[in-house]
């Protein structure tokens, strides 16, 4: 068994930015050289500006307009995004919520 640990956030990130912005030198190429783009070399470029775009949000981070940005601490038993409105953990059942919840 391998005891390799799961990439953090931030280096996944980095990969992420790194093959989208290959992803779209490849559609610039593909202009200049050819006078014409792939849609599959474009749909490629936009999926993975999308999932950089999005990205933030599946950290914890939200936006609404009463309250702007804020960051969703996880919960301290299971580590998933706890649920407003809810006195405790949906995934673990710990109650009450553990401190250090953002509303």
């Known amino acids: 068994m391998s005891s ?3 990439m953090s956030m931030r280096s996944a990130g980095l990969w992420l930015l790194l093959f989208a912005v290959a992803c779209w030198t490849i559609v610039a190429m593909e202009a200049v050289l050819a006078h ?8 490629t470029a936009l999926a993975f ?3 950089l775009v999005a990205w ?3 950290g914890g981070l939200r936006l609404s307009p009463a309250k702007g940005v804020r960051h969703i601490v996880p919960c301290r038993q ?3 995004g706890l649920v407003a409105g809810i ?4 995934h673990c059942g710990a109650f009450p919520k553990p401190v250090g919840y953002a509303v």
Not at 36 to 43: F, K, P, Q, T
Not at 87 to 90: M, R
């Open 4 to 6: 390799k640990k799961p």
């Open 87 to 90: 006195p405790f953990c949906i």
């Open 78 to 80: 299971c580590g998933s």
């Open 49 to 51: 500006t999308a999932t």
């Open 36 to 43: 014409e783009a792939d849609l599959v070399s474009i749909a």
């Open 56 to 58: 933030p949000f599946l």
